[in-house]
């Protein structure tokens, strides 16, 4: 209970820091209006989710789409759950930030305790335009996925891999990719590949449905990232790309969660290329490794702190780009830390009220100088306890690694690339041996976990 209590409590804090601040600005001079103050705040921090076709379940492109709504925004704004931004303010600034200010909350507050009136008509700002239907605007190459796939009502959750043919004639360098689901809410999250040999789109399908299960897209594939829920797409800062070669075939592996009604996935996908090959290669330090696998992550029913850690000092200079946690309902907290050489800690990622919906890609406004020595330190907690309300099972359930949504997994990665270019192979293999040592090590000591390792593999 004491993690919400004290969640609760700073809620109400800032409730009353914001009226405080709305009582000052009302007195200040004229009432708040939709056109003056409120339009503003809404059209730059809101309508890019809120309009149709994107994630959000209402639009708010006007001022009766706002007033409508004008009391639940009031909370979800003061209580920080809108716009969705989880981490809090580390040692470094991060780029695209979704928070409002204090006096842009007290503003929204202020006008719905005034009554939301609409204001001077000659001051109505034009509602924003979006160019196209994709976040990032119109992307270089759209591919649409051959067939729907076909997610029953019900089930365990399912893991497919659909290959397309990209028809590429020359390499390209990818700066982002934005997916469009068409089934948005089957979709908890996909893993993107390219397949080099270019031949993955002729492996029959499996069944009635387009693409093969399993969670290996192939052997020879090259990660391309991903998307899960609530994610925005952004692009890779500075001229950073991700290689897919000429005649390359793309995969999705798709993370299927049956909703209670059957749905048909066939989604869009837009992809946005550099202009040129990028200086540096980026590279993922993943702590701990593989999600946990190998980590122990055994949580029992009813535990309330259940914490893992990892630390990892770097053999080469970094420079950060950004960072990334992912995790499943029972998690809490998130915490990367950097223990600079001189001995200065500094915060890369801090969530405190982890939100299973939320799994966003936090990039750094400038790059983070991370010297040869840094070490990097991950800690993750989860609640398995009744008073979770995110926890999927009532009564909680042990929990241990797994696929499905129910069990767990967690890890946080900072995105980064090699100071020096050249280190990048020394950075890369170091972190592929440690990644085995651990696996074979919790394996030999563990025939259980090796027992369902080869069963994930054979998959
Ligand atoms: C990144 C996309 C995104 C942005 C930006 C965003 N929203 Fe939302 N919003 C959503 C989604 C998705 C939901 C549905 C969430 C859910 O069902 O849990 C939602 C739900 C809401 C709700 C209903 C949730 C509730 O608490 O009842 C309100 C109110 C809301 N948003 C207001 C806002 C306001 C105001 C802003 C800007 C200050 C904003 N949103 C910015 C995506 C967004």
């Given at each position: 209970?004491?993690?919400?209590?004290?969640?609760n409590?700073?809620?109400l804090?800032?409730?009353?820091?914001?009226?405080?601040?709305?009582?000052?600005?009302?007195?200040?001079?004229?009432?708040?209006?939709?056109?003056?103050?409120v339009?503003?705040?809404?059209?730059?921090?809101?309508?890019?989710?809120?309009?149709?076709?994107?994630?959000?379940?209402?639009?708010?492109?006007?001022?009766?789409?706002?007033?409508r709504?004008?009391?639940?925004?009031?909370?979800?704004?003061?209580?920080?759950?809108?716009?969705?931004?989880?981490a809090?303010?580390?040692?470094?600034?991060?780029?695209?930030?979704?928070?409002?200010?204090d006096?842009?909350?007290?503003?929204?507050?202020?006008w719905?305790?005034g009554?939301?009136?609409?204001?001077?008509?000659?001051?109505?700002?034009?509602?924003?335009?979006?160019?196209?239907?994709w976040?990032?605007?119109?992307?270089d190459?759209?591919i649409?996925?051959?067939?729907?796939?076909?997610v029953?009502?019900d089930?365990?959750?399912?893991?497919?891999?659909?290959p397309?043919?990209l028809?590429?004639?020359?390499?390209k360098?990818?700066?982002a990719?934005d997916?469009?689901?068409?089934?948005?809410?089957?979709?908890?999250?996909?893993?993107?590949?390219?397949?080099?040999?270019?031949?993955?789109?002729?492996?029959?399908?499996q069944?009635?449905?387009?693409?093969?299960?399993?969670?290996?897209?192939?052997?020879?594939?090259?990660?391309?990232g991903?998307?899960?829920v609530?994610?925005?797409?952004?692009?890779?800062?500075?001229?950073l790309?991700?290689?897919?070669?000429?005649?390359?075939?793309?995969?999705?592996?798709?993370?299927?969660?049956?909703?209670?009604?059957?749905?048909?996935?066939?989604?869009?996908?837009?992809?946005y290329?550099a202009?040129?090959?990028?200086e540096?290669?980026?590279?993922?330090?993943?702590?701990?490794?593989?999600?946990?696998?190998?980590?122990?992550?055994?949580?029992?029913?009813?535990?309330?702190?259940?914490?893992?850690?990892?630390?990892?000092?770097?053999?080469?200079?970094?420079?950060?780009?950004?960072?990334?946690?992912?995790?499943?309902?029972?998690?809490?907290?998130?915490?990367?830390?950097?223990?600079?050489?001189?001995?200065?800690?500094?915060?890369?990622?801090?969530?405190?009220?982890?939100?299973?919906?939320?799994q966003?890609?936090?990039?750094?406004?400038?790059?983070?100088?991370?010297?040869?020595?840094?070490?990097?330190?991950?800690?993750?907690?989860?609640?398995?306890?009744?008073?979770?309300?995110?926890n999927?099972?009532?009564?909680?359930?042990?929990?241990?690694?797994?696929?499905?949504?129910?069990?767990?997994?967690?890890?946080i990665?900072?995105?980064?690339?090699?100071?020096?270019e050249?280190?990048l192979?020394?950075?890369?293999?170091?972190?592929?041996?440690?990644?085995?040592?651990?696996a074979?090590?919790?394996?030999?000591a563990?025939?259980?976990?090796?027992?369902?390792?080869?069963?994930?593999?054979?998959?």
């Amino acid at each position: 209970m004491k993690a919400h209590f004290t969640q609760n409590r700073s809620i109400l804090l800032a409730m009353i820091l914001a009226l405080t601040f709305a009582a000052r600005v009302a007195q200040a001079g004229d009432a708040v209006t939709f056109n003056n103050q409120v339009a503003p705040i809404i059209y730059q921090n809101c309508s890019s989710c809120h309009r149709p076709g994107e994630a959000a379940p209402f639009s708010l492109l006007s001022y009766e789409d706002v007033r409508r709504k004008g009391k639940t925004i009031g909370k979800a704004t003061v209580s920080h759950s809108m716009p969705p931004w989880k981490a809090e303010p580390a040692s470094y600034a991060y780029r695209d930030e979704r928070r409002l200010t204090d006096q842009q909350i007290a503003e929204i507050q202020s006008w719905v305790a005034g009554g939301m009136a609409e204001g001077d008509s000659s001051q109505k700002p034009a509602p924003p335009k979006f160019a196209s239907g994709w976040q990032l605007g119109e992307p270089d190459l759209v591919i649409e996925m051959p067939a729907g796939f076909h997610v029953p009502a019900d089930g365990p959750d399912i893991y497919r891999n659909i290959p397309v043919q990209l028809g590429l004639t020359e390499d390209k360098w990818v700066t982002a990719i934005d997916m469009k689901p068409s089934a948005r809410a089957v979709v908890h999250h996909v893993l993107y590949f390219a397949d080099g040999s270019g031949h993955a789109h002729e492996r029959p399908s499996q069944g009635a449905e387009p693409g093969y299960s399993g969670m290996r897209a192939g052997r020879q594939v090259i990660p391309l990232g991903g998307w899960a829920v609530g994610a925005q797409p952004h692009f890779y800062p500075d001229g950073l790309a991700l290689k897919v070669p000429a005649g390359s075939d793309f995969i999705v592996q798709y993370h299927f969660h049956p909703t209670g009604k059957p749905e048909v996935e066939k989604s869009k996908i837009g992809f946005y290329f550099a202009k040129k090959a990028p200086e540096r290669n980026i590279t993922r330090i993943q702590l701990p490794p593989h999600y946990s696998l190998f980590s122990g992550l055994d949580i029992p029913a009813g535990e309330k702190d259940f914490v893992l850690r990892d630390s990892y000092t770097l053999p080469v200079a970094v420079d950060g780009v950004g960072v990334s946690a992912h995790a499943h309902y029972l998690a809490t907290q998130m915490k990367m830390t950097a223990t600079l050489p001189d001995g200065q800690v500094k915060t890369l990622l801090l969530i405190k009220d982890w939100d299973f919906a939320w799994q966003d890609r936090y990039y750094f406004k400038d790059f983070v100088p991370l010297p040869k020595g840094t070490m990097l330190s991950a800690e993750i907690h989860w609640d398995n306890s009744a008073d979770n309300p995110h926890n999927p099972s009532n009564p909680p359930i042990h929990v241990q690694w797994g696929e499905e949504s129910k069990d767990e997994m967690g890890s946080i990665s900072l995105i980064a690339v090699p100071h020096v270019e050249s280190d990048l192979g020394t950075l890369n293999s170091e972190l592929a041996t440690r990644g085995r040592k651990l696996a074979r090590d919790k394996m030999a000591a563990n025939p259980e976990l090796a027992k369902k390792v080869m069963r994930l593999l054979a998959d």
